[in-house]
């Protein structure tokens, strides 16, 4: 997709890939509610780990009975693949932080709709950044 940049605008597009057409300190706001990482969809899957032990549904789960069906897989997960979903998820938004910034007017806002268990990691990649 192809972005041109026209002032005065509101541009709805990929932002990873459309604000690199942005010229820099161009842009009043963005307004982005970003993937929350808690794999949901498939479109909200931003890391790499293929474990299938969300709500009890792996074999082991299985095999072990109703005491997954209530709890679920624990946050931070059982394995060391479940701890890196959240270095990914940083990973991830140190992808887009430091092109929003290089965009941003001065003394422009960002707000970022977030899920409360990763909003401190893009912070810290727009803390990296900056």
Not at 28 to 43: F, T
Not at 72 to 95: F, H, L, M, T, V
Not at 115 to 130: K, N, T, W
Request: proline share 5%; charged share 25%.
């Amino acid at each position: 997709m192809s972005t041109k940049f026209v002032a005065n605008k509101i541009i709805n597009a990929d932002s990873i890939v459309a604000i690199r057409e942005l010229p820099d300190s161009c842009i009043h706001l963005i307004l982005s509610d970003i993937p929350y990482g808690i794999g949901a969809e498939d479109w909200d899957v931003l890391h790499d780990n293929k474990n299938s032990a969300y709500l009890g549904t792996s074999p082991g789960q299985i095999k072990a009975g109703a005491v997954f069906k209530k709890r679920g897989k624990p946050i931070n997960g059982w394995s060391e693949a479940d701890r890196e979903i959240p270095k990914q998820y940083y990973e991830w938004c140190s992808q887009w932080a430091g092109e929003w910034l290089r965009v941003l007017k001065p003394g422009s806002s960002v707000f970022i709709f977030a899920g409360r268990r990763f909003s401190h990691r893009c912070i810290a990649a727009l803390e990296e950044d900056a």
